[in-house]
């Protein structure tokens, strides 16, 4: 059979593109080993530091204690690498920290942490690094990611100003670590200065609430096993722990580091010695220098808790810190769409500081009310919120009252709203719903967390009223629920609800609604009662 010039052109071409394709394949596949290779060799050399400093160089050491360098079994590079995060720029003693360490182990990495490059710039010894957490356009991504730059077992985390006097302290704490095996304690600590200098404290995260609680924890005699710590304290974690944080090295450093280690389960050993000397106590020689530390250590927590999605801390001296919306903010979360709240879907509920919001408004419309003459009771979810928790459903995001639409001329706050909006002299908004034939009061002009009135009047014996919803809820019921209204618990006062409060709320959401939460539409978002 003969080939045609057409047909042997065609073939040639096929033939060529399967060669290119065959060498394409092959180039990625080397890319692909290449890139292996180059992580299995960071643990022999790591890339250049970024910033000032220079590069990291090779972390071989030269010799050392057993434990430490050179140990059986472990290779014969140094086992920690010495890690300083915390220091302002403005004042510090990186320099003499990492002589200090240097002097008495001159094997041992040493890098110091910022997110831009500091200015004045450190002054390092040799031996000593600069990392530069803040990417440059112009180098490597792996040029300001630590992990490619700590390549020993484990990370010592020092304060600023510490000094290493005894050089077995280290490894003391590297043989506590490894005595707790494979349990729960991750990280060891030891004190500067004295023990009293560090408070160890138990720490619960509560992501769902968006809360952060801290309490005393108490002290044993061979030290304290607990999730937190507050204070002056060197800290040993394993390198490979360290780096499976999402946030290894946020700041504040502590705060950050054991936020995600109590939401991991782990707990924090401070022992009773060996003390680490600083003399450099206090840390800052004049008093305007404390100012502005303090000042950016609280800008850095605002930060990370924001970035944390926590809003509430409870510290353990009772005392309450808040990262939240406020009355001069907008609230937590966007327009609700098809009342389901974008929170839900993060499967959290209802920030605490909207909550606050919530119960804040609340009181005050009630008391107006009250002081007004005019006759309401809690309703919907609100009411149910009262009967299951006495607050607001954990989940909901606005209070609803029923109010008699006879009573409306009693209340200066309300009678007038036919014109516009009120703003009251406590920063409060009245006006009338563009939504309907109802009242809403916002929390302040800023911030729309909100309290909506429904004013019902009777017809034939039955609660109505002129706007209605798509809610299920939002039906006509018996006028005798409301006669008498009766006191009940809500959110730290005393409110008033229907007389019968199951067969109210069964006749607006069905039978069985208290004993069953669900959040408000199921079809969105369903709550996962096994969580609760």
């Known amino acids: 059979m003969r080939i045609s010039f057409c047909q042997g052109l065609l073939t040639g071409a096929i033939i060529l593109n399967l060669l290119i394709l065959y060498y394409v394949s092959r ?136 000094e290493l006097e005894q050089p077995r302290a280290i490894e003391r704490l590297i043989r506590e670590l490894e005595g707790e095996g494979g349990g729960p304690v991750r990280l060891v600590a030891a004190p500067v200065l004295t023990r009293s200098a560090v408070q160890c404290l138990h720490l619960r995260v509560n992501l769902r609430e968006w809360t952060a609680t801290y309490s005393p924890a108490a002290s044993g005699s061979s030290g304290s096993v607990c999730t937190a710590l507050q204070g002056d304290a060197v800290v040993l974690i394993r390198t490979e722990d360290l780096f499976n944080l999402s946030v290894p090295l946020g700041r504040p450093l502590f705060s950050s580091l054991f936020i995600q280690t109590a939401l991991r389960g782990w707990k924090v050993k401070l022992l009773e010695s060996p003390c680490f000397s600083a003399n450099h106590r206090p840390l800052f020689s004049s008093a305007h220098n404390q100012w502005k530390a303090d000042t950016r250590i609280k800008e850095a927590s605002g930060k990370l808790m924001r970035s944390f999605g926590l809003k509430r801390i409870l510290l353990p001296d009772g005392k309450e810190q808040w990262y939240g919306c406020s009355k001069e903010t907008p609230r937590c979360f966007s327009t609700v769409q098809d009342d389901t709240p974008d929170y839900l879907y993060l499967d959290r509920w209802t920030p605490p500081c909207c909550l606050r919001a919530l119960r804040e408004t609340t009181k005050y419309v009630i008391n107006i009310l009250e002081s007004s003459g005019v006759r309401y009771w809690l309703e919907g979810g609100t009411l149910l919120g009262a009967v299951r928790h006495q607050d607001i459903i954990p989940w909901d995001y606005d209070v609803d009252l029923g109010i008699y ?30 939504e309907g034939d109802f009242y809403r009061v916002q929390y302040s002009e800023a911030n729309h967390l909100h309290v909506d009135l429904w004013p019902f009047y009777p ?72 969580k609760l």
Request: with cysteine.
């Open 27 to 162: 180039a990625q596949q080397q890319m692909m080993e290449k890139r292996k290779d180059f992580g299995r060799g960071s643990r022999r050399a790591a890339p250049p530091a970024s910033g000032l400093g220079g590069g990291l160089g090779l972390f071989i050491g030269t010799g050392g204690e057993s434990g430490l360098v050179g140990a059986e079994g472990h290779g014969r590079g140094p086992r920690v690498t010495v890690l300083l995060r915390e220091f302002e720029n403005f004042e510090n003693y990186v320099g003499d920290v990492a002589s200090s360490f240097l002097h008495q182990r001159p094997e041992l990495p040493f890098l110091a942490v910022a997110d831009t490059p500091p200015y004045p710039p450190l002054v390092l010894p040799e031996g000593a690094r600069l990392l530069v957490l803040s990417p440059s356009p112009d180098q490597p991504p792996q040029a300001h990611r630590p992990e490619f730059h700590i390549q020993t077992e484990f990370v010592l985390l020092v304060p600023d100003g510490v």
């Open 405 to 434: 639409l006879e009573d409306v001329p009693n209340c200066d706050h309300l009678k007038n709203l036919d014109s516009g909006s009120l703003v009251d002299a406590n920063g409060y908004v009245w006006e009338r719903a563009v």
């Open 459 to 530: 017809r034939n014996g039955m609660m109505t009223k002129d706007t209605w919803t798509e809610h299920k809820q939002d039906v006509e019921f018996p006028e005798h629920f409301v006669q008498p209204l009766v006191p009940m618990p809500f959110a730290g006062i005393t409110a008033y609800g229907p007389n019968n409060h199951r067969a109210f709320l069964e006749l607006k959401f069905g039978e069985g609604v208290i004993e069953n939460p669900q959040y408000p539409n199921p079809a969105k978002k369903k709550l996962d009662r096994s």
